[in-house]
């Protein structure tokens, strides 16, 4: 799980103070996981700015978003926003 928040130039930036993001990513796509999924969040508009848990081999059964580790298999990869509003002004808002 990485933590984001949206790049200035981006529609989400006005929306958004930042995101935690479950990466599932299928095992042996990528040599460095977290800087995969930080070039795919990149693309996507938003900057990876902390590492809330370091990447670890699940199965099925472990993985919090059962689904998404489905569609991970699927595709290679998946990637699940849960995002908070700019006006919940607490401390995880960042910009």
């Given amino acids: ?12 930036f006005a929306q958004f103070g930042g995101a935690y993001v479950f ?8 040599d460095d996981p977290v800087a ?3 070039r795919f969040l990149r693309d996507a508009g938003w900057e990876v700015i ?11 059964d ?5 689904e ?5 298999l699927i ?3 998946a990637y699940v926003f849960h995002q908070w509003r700019v006006e919940d002004n607490d401390d ?4």
């Fill in 1 to 12: 799980m990485l933590e984001a928040r949206p790049l200035p130039q981006t529609e989400d």
């Fill in 23 to 30: 990466c599932y990513q299928r095992p042996g796509l990528a």
């Fill in 36 to 38: 995969h999924a930080s």
């Fill in 50 to 60: 902390g590492i809330q848990d370091e990447p670890q081999r699940l199965t099925r």
């Fill in 62 to 66: 472990e993985a919090p978003e059962a």
């Fill in 68 to 72: 998404h580790f489905d569609q991970a």
């Fill in 75 to 77: 595709d290679d990869e």
């Fill in 92 to 95: 995880e808002t960042r910009h």
